[in-house]
C-alpha cells in the first residue's frame, strides 16, 4: 500500500510498476487511467463497477474488505488523528500487521525487531518525523463552568462570566 498524489495516468502507472512484477495480471475498476498498464507489459483485467449487477463489494471482496480494515483501524487506533505527511507510515504498519496476523510465532517478532536494533544504524527524532519542523499546537478549548459546552475564546471576543482561564 502506498499514498499516491492524484488518479492520474502517471501517478497510478508509476505506482503499479513500484508495487507489481511486469507481466502480472492487475484487476482493476473501470478508471481509465489503468488502459494503459499492457503499454507497460502486464496483463489487464477490467471490471466496470457500474456495469455490474452485484456491489462494488462482492465483484471485488478483497480490495473493500482491505479498505474496510484499513478505516477501522485508523479511527479506533489513532482515533482519526492522523496527518497526510505520515500517510505511507501508517499504511506500512498497516500492511506489517495485516500480513502478520494469522502468524504462529508471534514471539519471534520481538526477537527479530531486537537484532534489527542492534544492527541498524541509530535514528534520530527529525530523520524519522516526515515534517521536522515542530508545527504550532491548537489553542486548548476554554470549558464554562457546570458542564456547559466548550466556548472558543478569541481577541474579539471578551471574557464571559463563568468561563475557567487554561
Known amino acids: 500500500m502506498q499514498s499516491v498524489p492524484d488518479?492520474?495516468?502517471?501517478?497510478?502507472?508509476?505506482?503499479?510498476?513500484?508495487?507489481?512484477?511486469?507481466?502480472?495480471?492487475?484487476h482493476t475498476d473501470g478508471w481509465p487511467a489503468y488502459l494503459a498498464l499492457p503499454k507497460h507489459g502486464y496483463e489487464h483485467e477490467r471490471t466496470v463497477m457500474s456495469a455490474q449487477p452485484d456491489p462494488a463489494h462482492v465483484v471485488m471482496p478483497g480490495v473493500h474488505r482491505i479498505a474496510s480494515l484499513l478505516k477501522r483501524w485508523l479511527l479506533g487506533t489513532h482515533q482519526g488523528s492522523t496527518s497526510p505527511e505520515h500517510l505511507d507510515a501508517y499504511l506500512n504498519e498497516f500492511t506489517f500487521r495485516f500480513n502478520r496476523r494469522r502468524s504462529r510465532r508471534r514471539g519471534l517478532l520481538f526477537y527479530r525487531l531486537l537484532q534489527q536494533a542492534i544492527l541498524a544504524e541509530p535514528v534520530t527524532y527529525r530523520q524519522l518525523v516526515a515534517n521536522p519542523q515542530p508545527c504550532e499546537r491548537p489553542q486548548p478549548l476554554h470549558l464554562r463552568r457546570r458542564g456547559r459546552a466548550p466556548a472558543i475564546l478569541t481577541a474579539d471576543r471578551p471574557w464571559r462570566r463563568g468561563q475557567l482561564a487554561a
Open 7 to 26: 488518479v492520474s495516468q502517471e501517478s497510478l502507472i508509476d505506482f503499479v510498476t513500484g508495487a507489481v512484477e511486469s507481466g502480472a495480471t492487475v
